[in-house]
């Protein structure tokens, strides 16, 4: 069978041209990449939302123990009963108030207590009271004899002059040195005067005489000046008990002591064995109401306030006055008063604006406050403890004033 070579190139053509081609499948993105997409995107955030919270609770508390810084302030009043012409016309701000005054004459015999003693003799001296029953005055002259019941001769210091019916006190010394002149109480007779007189005119002591034989020391200035304090405050204190009476209702008080002369009998590095002090002084008292001078003082506190302080204390109790226009017939006084009181930083101070604690470490807030002297003591607390350093948000930082 023969085979035509034309034939078979034609039918295979035709069978090539009707072969399809076939058509590609488009590719599909992998699951996972979207998995992994979703789940990075899940991630960030949840990160994002843990810093947000993070941030969000941060916080820092600085307490501070503030150093206190002194501020004084000064104002003058006038003082007295608001009826008074001088408060009408005084202008000054006015406090009623009672102003009295009174002057000390007062003398004390101390013993002198220190050094070593040494035995003296002496003359005794003292006191009598001489009396006249007679109708007719009785002059004595100085020398005139007294003689004691017990048979003691003393002297009369002065000339002196007895009224009719009267009596009058004179000092007497002993006839002689010694301590038989020491005697107590007695009566004296006068043995110059004729005897019927003698019981007419006569003489009584109430008190030992004394002088005749004596303890001596050397006083000390140290004695001397203790002596004079203490004497001094005895008299101040009872004559402030006294001017007390006149406070009335007014519940607070200041005295003014002007001392004019305090003297001693004796000078120190003297042998004796007392020694009297006088003391002459002046003694002003104004009584008026505390509530008043402390409303009006506080205010002159505040004023005295620099920008960003506040008043923490003030010592009230302890005002001091300095004395001015004084005129106790009208009780009016003027005077100038002065207190002390104590200020701390405020929450408004400039150098604790927040701002300035922006992402600092302890160490570098606590040399801050002391450095600028601004605390004695500083407390600083963080949230989380583990932070380093303050938020870097500033109302995440609290600032904290403690009352010193």
């Known amino acids: 069978m023969s085979t035509d070579p034309s034939f078979k190139k034609k039918s295979t053509r035709k069978k090539i041209s009707q072969v ?63 009826a008074s012409d001088l408060v009408k016309v005084a202008t000054y701000e006015h406090l009623n108030a009672n102003v009295v005054s009174t002057a000390i004459d007062e003398t004390k015999t101390m013993k002198v207590s220190k050094g070593e003693p040494r035995e003296v003799i002496g003359t005794a001296a003292g006191i009598v009271t001489i ?46 040195a010694g301590e038989q002149g020491d005697i107590g109480p007695d009566t004296f007779i006068i043995p110059g005067l004729p005897l019927l007189l003698q019981k007419e005119v006569y003489a009584k002591s109430t008190v030992s005489m004394k002088g005749g034989k004596i303890l001596v020391s050397t006083l000390t200035q140290e004695e001397l000046d203790a002596a004079g304090v203490t004497f001094e405050e005895e008299i101040l204190e009872q004559t402030k008990e006294d001017l007390r009476a006149q406070k009335g209702d007014f519940d607070a008080e200041w005295f003014s002591v002007e001392i004019k002369e305090k003297k001693s009998d004796t000078l120190p590095g003297q042998e004796a064995s007392e020694f009297t002090m006088t003391l002459q002084a002046e003694v002003i008292g104004i009584f008026y109401k505390q509530a008043d001078l402390k409303r009006s003082m506080e205010t002159a506190l505040y004023e005295e306030l620099s920008k960003g302080t506040m008043l923490a204390s003030a010592d009230y109790e302890n005002m001091s006055f300095m004395l001015g226009k004084i005129d106790t017939q009208a009780s009016y006084a003027e005077a100038q008063v002065k207190v002390t009181g104590w200020n701390i930083p405020s929450l408004t101070h400039p150098e604790l604006d927040k701002a300035l604690f922006v992402g600092k470490s302890k160490e570098e807030i606590r040399q801050y406050f002391l450095s600028h002297k601004l605390a004695e003591q500083v407390e600083i607390t963080f949230f989380p403890p583990w932070i380093r350093s303050t938020p870097r948000v500033k109302d995440h930082i609290h600032v904290v004033i403690n009352n010193p």
């Open 131 to 176: 009396y006249n029953n007679r109708s007719k005055s009785q002059p004595l002259v100085a020398t005139t004899r007294l003689l004691s019941s017990g048979g003691i001769l003393f002297r009369l210091k002065q000339n002196v002059f007895i009224p009719a019916g009267g009596q009058i006190e004179a000092e007497v010394y002993a006839d002689q």
């Open 20 to 82: 399809k081609p076939e058509k590609k499948k488009p590719i599909s993105p992998p699951v996972r990449l979207y998995r992994n997409i979703a789940l990075s995107f899940l991630v960030l955030v949840m990160v994002a939302f843990v810093v947000i919270i993070f941030l969000s609770t941060t916080k820092a508390t600085i307490a501070i123990t503030p150093i206190k810084q002194e501020v004084v302030a000064e104002k003058i009043f006038s003082f007295g009963s608001a």
